[in-house]
């Protein structure tokens, strides 16, 4: 048995960079890969075939060929190798060994030289395997991993594939440590603060302390206490709870502010030396729902204003690296969201993490439909659901940024589950093990359709009658009358239609309403319409995070921010259906090079009480914004005559000037631009560049029918990892080193390497002069 002689804190070390991957078991023709990594997304473009017809026999898996809802990508394994030597581990029995996975996409299996050691049939939540007994101390250790898709059925979007998620090697004391996501921090009255830890005690010492020191969000110690538990059994985990803690004249974390505290919890020997030590941040904080007021957060009421998006990002697929997450995070803050759902499954913990800083409001779903086809698709579903809740909510419980649990949506339970109640008996089943490890949020279900019987439309289904908080998908005219009949109800809609936005804002109460999450706002891989679009087009964002005009209408009502912005209407597109909701979307642009003598209809958006539109300076009228809930914020105006030059929206409130807003004719594009995002690129190994290039006029406008094809050359201790323009219907690659620009943009991302480097990007185009970027990673 190990003594304190060799107690050392835990060490997490990531094995993120260097493993060879193949697509078979052999490793023939491996290359090296660092993860996070979706081997899909480096994969061909599969057209369906001539035959190939949509399956309407389940309308909400909106299957319009064999590899529609999957991206348009050929299902199948990888197979991951890494090969480690552990020299300082020599002391065994002094120590133990863990193998820790955030995710494998979509179900994944480990060996360890040779042997089976453990997998998951869920590759959305995370685990770990003790590997202490098998582990090779002092020579080469060999961990293979095999990540499997699945068939095209499996699930209805694209989910990518491989080890799309942190992967580290954790060890511990043997002796004393803490067990895997072990803290429990819970805050009351906005100043006390509960700090509760399970572990693992095989010394001989009956009694176990533990140490608690919180610091504020400046880095400053405010509080420390000691807790002690006894009655050590040596076979099992127990939990040691610390005094209640009092942070005076506490930072209160909200979405404006969020304060973040740090706590680091140590587990002691008799000696006081330190055996293990985990710390975790968290937020003070109170959540409330209630039907009169929705939702209030430290007591004030607080609207969702969200949008809902499965967890891949856009070029990058899958891989969940944590500056992409930032990106998007930034760029919808700017537009006035600041609620995600997470559907329909956990995102990675660097997202949860990343919404704490920002301030986002988190709905955290665990599951799309409680089938076995949709989880996974290898086991019963029965077989893992407790296992996929406990470290679920374990993981993501002290985050501030999580304030409901989302069990599953828009259900379709398996009928050969031994009940089929519409999920009423096994959300039954579900609540209790959440409340068990989480017993401060709110536990719902995301339901569509709303109704009991279709027929008649009169009741809601029996699962809204057992949710805590009625989540229903689309259906908010539903809101008022549930209300009424079902006055303790308290309403959430948790989807909404790009189609249908504004309407399906104002007409909601917003005094009672908890918010909303707006579906598919980014365009994204998978559930394609039909081919050649690679996935969902409808969103008011591309899929290379480039605002479409229609953003700036959701901008217009979910923040205070004075603004106008033209939006010319191109096409209507608004016709189609998916699983009975109307999800199409005006095509629009801010193009004003037209052929001459043309007319155009278009929209002004605005949070002004009248926009004046002046073409080269001539004012063409002024117009009201409408209070009506189908018109606010959006002033149509028919038959605008195109004339080169300057069309400029001028917004005024209460007779002044708030907001402008203008297009213009532009000229031949003769250069490019190329902006980068980061200004602190760390040479980490994983940090990324986004670089979009854009064509300009001589004037220094995008010129947007500029299409040219680029190429970019990498220089330095980084490479290309992606690239994008935007364009979900392009047959071009995204792992590549070219692509076309698309509205006059194009976009590069680079993944820095693990040494501090100078980094050169050359983007060159037979039409254009080279443009150089000269980086530098820290």
């Given at each position: 048995?190990?003594?304190?002689?060799?107690?050392?804190?835990?060490?997490?070390?990531?094995?993120?960079?260097?493993?060879e991957f193949a697509r078979d078991s052999l490793f023939t023709n491996a290359h090296?890969?660092?993860?996070?990594?979706?081997?899909?997304?480096?994969?061909?473009?599969?057209?369906?075939?001539?035959?190939?017809?949509?399956?309407?026999?389940?309308?909400?898996?909106?299957?319009?060929?064999?590899?529609?809802?999957?991206?348009?990508?050929?299902?199948?394994?990888?197979?991951?190798?890494?090969?480690?030597?552990?020299?300082?581990?020599?002391?065994?029995?002094?120590?133990?060994?863990?193998?820790?996975?955030?995710?494998?996409?979509?179900?994944?299996?480990?060996?360890?030289?040779?042997?089976?050691?453990?997998?998951?049939?869920?590759?959305y939540v995370g685990f770990e395997i003790d590997v202490t007994k098998l582990w090779r101390y002092g020579e080469d250790n060999e961990i293979i991993v095999k990540?499997?898709?699945?068939?095209?059925?499996?699930?209805?979007?694209?989910?990518?594939?491989?080890?799309?998620?942190?992967?580290?090697?954790?060890?511990?004391?043997?002796?004393?440590?803490?067990?895997?996501?072990?803290?429990?921090?819970?805050?009351?009255?906005?100043?006390?603060?509960?700090?509760?830890?399970?572990?693992?005690?095989?010394?001989?010492?009956?009694?176990?302390?533990?140490?608690?020191?919180?610091?504020?969000?400046?880095?400053?110690?405010?509080?420390?206490?000691t807790a002690k538990r006894g009655g050590n059994p040596q076979t099992r985990t127990l939990t040691i709870q610390a005094p209640e803690m009092e942070i005076p004249n506490a930072q209160l974390w909200d979405t404006e502010h969020p304060a973040l505290y740090k706590v680091v919890c140590q587990l002691l020997y008799a000696d006081d030396t330190v055996a293990d030590e985990v710390s975790e941040q968290f937020g003070i904080r109170t959540i409330e729902y209630g039907p009169d007021f929705g939702l209030k957060l430290?007591?004030?009421?607080?609207?969702?204003?969200?949008?809902?998006?499965?967890?891949?990002?856009?070029?990058?697929?899958?891989?969940?690296?944590?500056?992409?997450?930032?990106?998007?995070?930034?760029?919808?803050?700017?537009?006035?969201?600041?609620?995600?759902?997470?559907?329909?499954?956990?995102?990675?913990?660097?997202?949860?993490?990343?919404?704490?800083?920002?301030?986002?409001?988190?709905?955290?779903?665990?599951?799309?439909?409680?089938?076995?086809?949709?989880?996974?698709?290898?086991?019963?579903?029965?077989?893992?659901?407790?296992?996929?809740?406990?470290?679920?909510?374990?993981?993501?419980?002290?985050?501030?940024?999580?304030?409901?649990?989302?069990?599953?949506?828009?259900?379709?339970?398996?009928?050969?589950l031994p009940f089929n109640d519409f999920g009423v008996t096994c959300y039954q089943m579900m609540r209790p093990v959440v409340n068990r490890y989480d017993s401060t949020r709110k536990v719902t279900v995301a339901m569509h359709p709303r109704y009991r019987n279709w027929e008649t439309d009169s009741l809601p289904c029996d699962l809204a009658m057992h949710t805590d908080i009625q989540a229903y998908n689309y259906r908010y005219m539903y809101f008022p009358g549930d209300g009424r009949r079902f006055p303790w109800m308290t309403f959430y809609q948790s989807e909404a239609s790009i189609n249908?936005?504004?309407?399906?804002?104002?007409?909601?109460?917003?005094?009672?309403?908890?918010g909303l999450a707006y579906w598919g706002a980014i365009d994204y891989l998978g559930e394609s319409q039909g081919w050649p679009a690679k996935g969902w087009a409808q969103g008011v964002f591309d899929i290379a995070l480039e605002p479409k005009p229609k953003a700036y209408f959701l901008k217009s009502y979910l923040t205070d921010t004075p603004m106008v912005h033209i939006a010319i209407i191109e096409d209507t597109d608004a016709g189609i259906e998916w699983n009975g909701i109307q999800t199409g979307n005006d095509i629009q642009s801010e193009n004003w090079n037209r052929i001459a003598g043309t007319k155009v209809n278009l929209f002004t958006y605005t949070n002004g009480d009248e926009v004046e539109l002046l073409l080269n300076g001539?004012?063409?009228?002024?117009?009201?914004?409408?209070?009506?809930?189908?018109?606010?914020?959006?002033?149509?105006?028919?038959?605008?005559?195109?004339?080169?030059?300057?069309?400029?929206a001028v917004a005024y409130k209460n007779g002044k000037v708030i907001a402008r807003h203008a297009i213009e004719t532009t000229g031949k594009a003769v250069k490019l631009?190329?902006?980068?995002?980061?200004?602190?690129?760390?040479?980490?190994?994983?940090?990324?560049?986004?670089?979009?290039?854009?064509?300009?006029?001589?004037?220094?406008?995008?010129?947007?029918?500029?299409?040219?094809?680029?190429?970019?050359?990498?220089?330095?201790?980084?490479?290309?990892?992606?690239?994008?323009?935007?364009?979900?219907e392009s047959d071009e690659l995204n792992v590549t080193n070219h692509r076309r620009l698309w509205h006059g943009s194009a976009m590069v991302i680079l993944r820095a390497g693990s040494q501090p480097s100078k980094v050169t990007l050359k983007t060159t185009s037979d039409n254009f002069k080279t443009v150089v970027n000269k980086f530098e990673t820290k």
């Open positions: 048995m190990a003594t304190s002689m060799w107690a050392q804190p835990r060490t997490v070390q990531s094995l993120n960079l260097g493993w090296q890969v660092d993860v996070p990594h979706d081997f899909q997304i480096e994969q061909p473009w599969v057209a369906p075939s001539a035959d190939e017809r949509g399956d309407n026999t389940d309308v909400a898996a909106n299957i319009k060929s064999r590899l529609s809802a999957r991206g348009f990508k050929e299902m199948g394994a990888g197979w991951y190798k890494k090969t480690l030597n552990i020299k300082r581990l020599n002391i065994k029995d002094a120590r133990r060994l863990l193998l820790d996975f955030e995710g494998i996409m979509y179900v994944g299996d480990v060996w360890l030289n040779g042997v089976h050691i453990g997998g998951t049939d869920y590759g990540a499997h898709t699945m068939t095209e059925k499996n699930s209805r979007w694209y989910t990518g594939g491989g080890l799309f998620r942190n992967v580290s090697l954790i060890d511990t004391p043997a002796d004393l440590y803490f067990e895997r996501h072990p803290l429990y921090i819970t805050t009351r009255d906005n100043k006390y603060v509960n700090i509760a830890a399970d572990f693992t005690n095989r010394t001989k010492n009956r009694q176990t302390v533990m140490k608690v020191s919180i610091y504020d969000p400046q880095g400053k110690l405010v509080t420390e206490q430290n007591g004030k009421k607080v609207l969702l204003k969200g949008y809902a998006n499965h967890h891949t990002l856009g070029a990058l697929g899958a891989a969940a690296y944590p500056r992409a997450i930032e990106k998007r995070l930034q760029l919808m803050k700017q537009f006035g969201i600041n609620h995600i759902r997470t559907s329909h499954n956990p995102y990675s913990r660097d997202f949860i993490r990343l919404c704490d800083k920002y301030g986002i409001l988190v709905v955290d779903e665990l599951y799309d439909k409680w089938t076995q086809q949709h989880t996974g698709g290898r086991v019963p579903f029965m077989n893992h659901w407790a296992q996929d809740v406990t470290e679920w909510i374990k993981r993501d419980r002290n985050s501030p940024s999580v304030i409901m649990w989302s069990l599953g949506n828009e259900l379709q339970q398996d009928p050969n249908k936005m504004g309407p399906n804002w104002f007409e909601m109460d917003l005094n009672k309403v908890i001539k004012s063409l009228g002024k117009q009201a914004n409408s209070t009506d809930a189908e018109k606010r914020n959006r002033i149509l105006w028919k038959a605008i005559p195109y004339q080169a030059g300057k069309l400029e631009q190329a902006i980068p995002d980061n200004t602190n690129w760390q040479a980490d190994g994983e940090d990324l560049q986004h670089v979009r290039i854009i064509a300009v006029d001589s004037r220094g406008r995008r010129v947007s029918d500029a299409s040219n094809e680029l190429q970019f050359e990498v220089e330095g201790d980084a490479r290309i990892v992606a690239v994008t323009n935007g364009d979900i």
